[in-house]
């Protein structure tokens, strides 16, 4: 399967005739569960069945049914030989169908593999493969494995932007593993509570190379001149304790150590400043629809229709402030790494324009 890539999958077709022969009704509990799961990470699945009921899975989002054989199915509808589709299926002889157009299938069987599709134990295994969040995490981390490998004591801060209490967290969480489980060493500055738009009247800095968008000088130049700057350098950067103006806004863990051969993670609404120009080496944005950033600001469910106003007021404020930003300082211009972040199960690296 070497042009195999489960971030590229947009559709999962099973094969339930051959999937489901020994199923008894705690395994069909169980393959219930297993579609919910694909259902939260934005995948569309076709169940295929002789015997199938449309009616019995209606509570699913973004599942069809076609009344069928699977090999008819796959004869007479070219759309499920498309690249983006990935079948499920334990007939031999559908599978080397498959297989002479591409290697986009699975089955628990040891024909699979000679076959050329991937074999799994469990059927739930599969939803380590078919994780887009975690998969996306993992490609970036291996770019960024890649550039420390070329200069291992060499600097690297990653930057990490977008909008108000859009689930930056989440998205960090997610590298951090990815890169440890490189065995990379990584440590992690949150400005969240201290640079925003909404801190925008409270700086009178007259300094044109730095932005108006903290909370204060003082935890401004901290951040800067004492952590960021020495590191870009190359230099350590210690501190036991931390400074007494932002010990409640728990920027980063204390006892404080940042050395060249560590990743430093950046993260918050604004973090691509004139400040940061020179310092931030790779640029990351999480992007994300009006609809539902407002559902994570006001904690709404963005998968529910929710009361069109409370869009209107994020973009009358929240979103407009954050617009401002990407606007003032020619923010999408600058980014390396653009990701779709609607959805915390299923976030994907965009292709570069």
């Given amino acids: 399967m070497q042009n195999f890539h489960p971030n590229l999958i947009r559709l999962l077709v099973f094969d339930l005739d051959s999937l489901t022969v020994k ?12 579609l919910l799961m694909l259902d939260d ?42 690249k983006d589709v990935f079948w499920f299926s334990e007939q031999p002889e559908l599978q080397k169908k498959i297989s002479r157009i591409s290697q ?5 069987d040891g024909c699979t593999t000679q076959n050329g599709g991937l074999q799994y134990q469990h059927l739930h295994d599969m939803l380590q493969i078919f994780h887009p969040s975690r ?39 997610e590298l951090t593993d990815a890169l440890e489980d490189q065995e990379l060493l990584v440590s992690i500055i949150d400005l969240s509570q201290v640079l925003g738009t909404e801190f925008q009247k409270k700086s009178v800095s007259t300094d044109k190379s730095s932005s108006s968008l903290w909370r204060s000088e003082e935890i401004r130049d901290w951040v800067v001149e004492e ?31 940042l050395a060249p051969e560590m990743i430093l993670l950046i993260w918050g609404t604004t973090v691509f400043l004139p400040e940061f120009e020179k310092l931030i080496d790779v640029r990351v944005l999480l992007e994300l629809s009006a609809k539902t950033a407002a559902a994570r600001l006001f904690a709404l469910d963005d998968r529910e229709n929710f009361d069109q106003s409370f869009v209107e007021t994020y973009l009358q404020k929240e979103g407009k402030y ?23 199960n299923a976030f994907r690296l965009k292709e570069k324009t």
């Fill in 23 to 34: 199923f008894d009704q705690e395994k069909w509990d169980n393959f219930r569960q297993f």
């Fill in 41 to 82: 990470r934005d995948f569309e699945t076709l169940l295929i069945s002789e015997s199938i009921e449309a009616s019995e899975w209606e509570s699913f989002a973004k599942l069809s049914v076609l009344q069928s054989t699977a090999e008819n199915a796959f004869q007479n509808n070219p759309a499920l030989s498309a």
């Fill in 104 to 108: 986009n299938f699975a089955g628990s």
């Fill in 135 to 173: 998969i996306s995490a993992a490609d970036l981390s291996a770019n960024l494995f890649k550039l420390k490998q070329h200069s291992q004591q060499e600097p690297l801060m990653l930057g990490i932007g977008g909008p108000d209490e859009c689930g930056h967290s989440f998205f960090v969480g």
């Fill in 227 to 257: 952590v960021l700057r020495p590191y870009s350098r190359g230099q350590q950067v210690y501190s036991e304790n931390a400074p007494q103006f932002i010990q409640e806004y728990e920027l980063c863990t204390f006892p404080f150590f």
């Fill in 322 to 344: 954050y617009a401002d930003y990407l606007s003032d300082y020619d923010v999408p211009n600058k980014i390396d790494y653009r990701i779709n972040f609607e959805n915390f």
